[in-house]
């Protein structure tokens, strides 16, 4: 299966700023996507990233929040923006690969 | 998105005892992915069902795609301290999975 390196892998932040994680896949894939799992529950999928257009966000994402960047087919990064304590969560990027590859995840915390 | 039921939400178990999750949907499904997730730690895939009916086995554990593709579960024979996570579904509908709410399973020594 694919190989993900996701990073940070945890980060503490003042509410108001932003947030870059970045994913790096071993190999090309042609879209990525990027999950959110908030505290003890299940994961939710924020958007799809292709590699030469606009990300495809789920209802309930807005690019403003949540921009993300596919410069190409083994990077993504996603931006979380403006946070507040409720985007407090772990963020996954992942693939298709035999089923969903996942990075390692970025717990993010905002105070 | 698509929605996919599944329960129940937590399980305690003895270690030894059996332990089932169960995943369902209101309308067929073209494959249903299972997931296993362990504390502190990212979901990682465990298995792929597409076939009406299938079943496919894992050492312990016993994975089933329902007759009418609407719904699955995963068993657990004899459980381990090593089988303590949550275990997830997911399934697949406009080239993306949509996960479901997960069975945290935990098992007493």
């Known amino acids: 299966s694919a190989v993900i390196s996701q990073k940070p892998s945890r980060d503490i932040c003042q509410r108001g700023t932003s947030l870059t994680i970045q994913c790096q896949v071993d190999?090309?894939?042609?879209?990525m996507f990027w999950y959110r799992q908030q505290p003890g529950q299940s994961l939710t999928l924020i958007a799809t990233a292709n590699q030469g257009s606009e990300a495809t966000y789920e209802s309930g994402f807005v690019i403003d929040k949540f921009p993300i960047s596919r410069p190409n087919l083994t990077f993504s990064t996603l931006t979380v923006s403006n946070m507040s304590p409720e985007d407090s969560s772990i963020y996954l990027c992942?693939?298709?690969?035999?089923?969903?590859?996942f990075g390692s995840g970025t717990r993010l915390t905002v105070v | 998105g698509q929605q996919v039921m599944q329960i129940p939400q937590y399980q305690h178990v003895q270690e030894g005892e059996d332990f089932t999750t169960y995943c369902n949907s209101s309308t067929t499904l073209s494959n249903i992915q299972w997931y296993k997730q362990r504390p502190g730690g990212h979901p990682v895939f465990l298995i792929q069902?597409?076939?009406?009916?299938e079943v496919k086995k894992q050492k312990r554990l016993t994975f089933q795609f329902g007759e009418a593709k609407k719904n699955s579960s995963l068993h657990i024979t004899a459980t381990q301290t090593t089988d303590v996570g949550t275990y997830f579904c997911?399934?697949?509908?406009?080239?993306?999975?949509?996960f479901g709410s997960g069975t945290k399973l935990n098992v007493k020594p």
């Open positions: 190999s090309q894939v042609t879209m």
């Open positions: 992942s693939v298709v690969r035999d089923g969903y590859t």
């Open positions: 997911a399934v697949y509908n406009f080239n993306k999975f949509y």
């Open positions: 069902l597409v076939k009406s009916g």
